[in-house]
């Protein structure tokens, strides 16, 4: 049996929202396709592991895949995910994660060869209290000294759930929290000493930006640092181009646009002020650093 017969079955057996894509096969050799550095078509891919690349799966192999990756036996149900706080119209993204975080760490691996050069440097200066918000898969966790007491927050379950893992290689204590950053009610006011997000805000929809922000705000100790790394729209023609080549792409399956106005939103917040902005790359990955004022 084809595995595009086999997936909605399972997705609705497992509560995961499954989406089938399928081209014309002379698509799957054109440069546009393998410039993604996907596997070979017809592909399934959970997490890291490529499950099957080039042919079909059948049935019971794919089930025991996922319930590797869901941490449960076959024919169990999914467990529930601890109740949390999430603004309305964040529901669309917390739904699309679904999905995404089976496919999360192999779709951003070409950007992660750039990505995890920058990690080190993006956490390893911090000390204290520390929470990330938009912790994702956790790719950052094993850079965090031993000296930080984090929080790590995402609204998506299968997110945290592939971050649970990484934390088991972290250096500082970890406690992975099932959050909205918009609204945070599971978060402490004036608690911590840094925020940091990386790629959040680029994602959490334009109307709700300014309620993240004030966010950081309230839970920032006094004299309490934040750094915020965001991806925005370059000024140079080609490579624009390219990030609109991308941004159908990027939107869909991330839920993330790169015309988000976070700098703006943070300079508005009074309580807080920058102190550093900076691109890492060309004029597209803008870090944003700054100092809740006492």
Not at 23 to 42: D, I, S, V
Not at 180 to 200: E, G, N, R
Not at 241 to 262: C, H, I, L, M, P
């Amino acid at each position: 049996m084809h595995f595009e017969e086999i997936m909605p079955g399972l997705g609705k057996k497992y509560d995961l929202e499954i989406e089938v894509t399928s081209k014309p096969r002379q698509h799957y050799g054109t440069a546009e396709y393998l410039a993604t550095n996907l596997p070979a078509a017809p592909a399934i891919v959970i997490g890291d592991e490529i499950i099957v690349s080039g042919k079909d799966i059948s049935k019971e192999n794919l089930e025991a895949a996922i319930c590797r990756h869901m941490g449960i036996g076959a024919g169990e149900h999914k467990p529930e995910p601890e109740a949390m706080h999430l603004h309305d119209a964040n529901h669309q993204n917390q739904i699309r994660y679904r999905t995404t975080a089976l496919f999360y760490d192999i779709l951003d691996f070409p950007w992660e060869l750039q990505y995890k050069k920058w990690r080190p440097a993006l956490v390893g200066d911090m000390k204290g209290k520390v929470i990330e918000a938009g912790i994702g898969t956790g790719r950052n966790l094993k850079y965090y000294s031993p000296d930080v007491d984090l929080t790590a927050i995402d609204f998506s379950p299968s997110m945290l759930q592939r971050a649970k893992r990484r934390a088991g290689y972290a250096r500082c204590s970890v406690n992975l929290i099932c959050e909205d950053a918009c609204q945070m009610k599971s978060i402490p006011s004036s608690h911590y000493d840094w925020v940091l997000s990386t790629f959040l805000c680029c994602v959490i929809p334009a109307e709700l930006q300014h309620l993240a922000v004030e966010q950081f705000v309230r839970i920032l100790k006094p004299g309490g640092r934040f750094r915020l790394l965001e991806m925005v729209y370059s000024k140079d023609s080609a490579l624009r181009k390219r990030q609109n080549f991308f941004s159908r792409f990027v939107e869909k399956v991330y839920g993330a646009r790169f015309d988000r106005n976070t700098l703006k939103h943070v300079e508005k917040a009074k309580e807080l002020e920058i102190t550093r902005t900076e691109f890492l790359k060309h004029d597209v990955y803008l870090i944003i650093e700054g100092i809740k004022k006492g």
